[in-house]
């Protein structure tokens, strides 16, 4: 597939794991070029590279939409059609105002995404997802990202891949206090040993975005097995190696 043009759809790309897919992508080099559709309520980021920049070799198609539940309805429009949907789109507590807003994102909108993707002809379906979450989960953030898996399990892409780091390392601006004591911790373990006192608990925010995006073409070229597969931890640091999984 890789002489075969390929067209991705990314939302959630200014987060803090989606900024990160969407720079891999970016500087991702392929012959013929990546197509990438970016849905966003605002416009990227001004330091965003651009396909002016050597490089970059990705063309960046950026789709600004401020009301982000008519998102859906947007990809029977995307030309070339994506055969990729990757989804990083998720909002916390604080930001949204209160968890039933919240839920309309990380759940509700990341659902109907899904399904407007698959009946848009997606093939292959990439989902953020987080590890250590269940229905039973005392807590409703957990709970409410393993009701999207299931969910997203049914909607029947041809590939779906479930990505699940473990406390995601990096700048995050709404890190609650003990999240932002874990990622310090995270942080300077990591740069002591080189990842072997961490990579079981926590990964750096670009390794997953490189992992994710890494996933997707691994879909398309035949290297994954079609249905529904997880990307665990061990996985995640391994596929989100800088020089590649191999």
Do not use: H, M
């Given at each position: 597939m890789a002489d075969?043009?390929?067209?991705?759809?990314?939302?959630?790309?200014?987060?803090?794991?989606?900024?990160?897919?969407?720079?891999?992508?970016?500087?991702?080099q392929r012959s013929p070029p990546l197509t990438l559709h970016t849905l966003t309520r605002r416009s990227l980021p001004p330091h965003t590279p651009t396909t002016n920049q050597k490089t970059v070799t990705t063309n960046l198609i950026p789709h600004v939409i401020p009301e982000s539940?008519?998102?859906?309805?947007?990809?029977?429009?995307?030309?070339?059609?994506?055969q990729i949907f990757i989804s990083a789109l998720g909002t916390s507590k604080a930001a949204a105002g209160s968890f039933a807003a919240q839920y309309e994102i990380d759940y509700?909108?990341?659902?109907?995404?899904?399904?407007?993707?698959?009946?848009?002809?997606?093939?292959?379906y990439v989902l953020i997802s987080a590890s250590a979450?269940?229905?039973?989960?005392?807590?409703?953030?957990?709970r409410m990202k393993a009701e999207l898996e299931d969910a997203v399990r049914e909607v029947g892409f041809e590939y779906t891949v479930l990505v699940k780091p473990?406390?995601?390392?990096?700048?995050?601006?709404?890190s609650r206090p003990a999240e932002a004591v874990a990622?310090?911790?995270?942080?300077?373990?990591?740069?002591i040993s080189k990842g072997w006192l961490t990579d079981w608990w926590a990964q750096d925010v670009e390794t997953v975005?490189?992992?994710a995006g890494r996933a997707g073409l691994e879909c398309?070229?035949?290297k994954r097995e079609k249905g529904v597969s997880s990307l665990p931890m061990a996985d995640v640091v391994r596929l989100g190696r800088p020089e590649g999984g191999d």
């Open positions: 075969q043009p390929i067209s991705i759809a990314l939302a959630g790309c200014t987060g803090l794991v989606g900024k990160n897919i969407l720079q891999f992508l970016l500087s991702t539940n008519t998102w859906p309805s947007t990809f029977p429009t995307l030309q070339p059609s994506p509700t909108l990341n659902l109907n995404l899904a399904k407007a993707a698959k009946e848009a002809g997606v093939k292959v979450i269940s229905r039973t989960s005392a807590f409703a953030y957990n473990g406390l995601l390392v990096g700048k995050r601006e709404d990622r310090g911790v995270a942080n300077g373990l990591g740069r975005g490189r992992a398309l070229e035949g």
